[in-house]
């Protein structure tokens, strides 16, 4: 699959004109507040590079993400597979970010949809996770608004993250694909 549409954005595979624009929004510290530090530029190339691996051996991945008849790129929204040590893992995320002058339009919420759908259809998933810090309130609105659940039992601490470490308190959000509602 090439790319996903929605009614304002398409989602579709990277190309290297995004790894700048890419590396700008990974820089921002505002942007990259609820994650352990900002990227420098071979990191965040790295990160697109671990991406489209992704997509080439899973058939799934985080698109990256352009406005319709506007700006070439945005961010990405899309699905990641994670099996770090948790009670939930092996799993499929579905996750965001977005630069932060597209933040408040309701493109996160859109794209999570789309890339919900497409994990749940062509894919063919199971369940989808999200998840993030408690502090993190514009993603957990977010995973609400998509119809993803909270029990508070099943927040974590992230195991890649040290003892004592601002950010190792996660909550976890759900969606099976029998309570989804396209």
Known sequence: ???LHTARLVLRRWRRSDREPFAHLNADPEVMEHFPSTLNREQSDAFVETIETEFEQ???????????????????????????????????????RLDRNHWGRGYATEGARAAIADGFTRVGLDELVSFTVPANVRSTRVMDKVGMTHDPGDDFDHPRLPEGDRLRRHVLYRLRRTNWRP
């Open 58 to 96: 899973r058939g799934h991945g985080v698109w990256a993400v352009e406005v319709q008849g506007g700006k070439d790129f945005i961010g990405y929204v899309g699905l990641h597979y994670h099996d770090f040590p948790a009670h939930f893992t092996p799993a499929v995320e579905v996750g965001w």
């Open 1 to 3: 699959m090439v790319a």
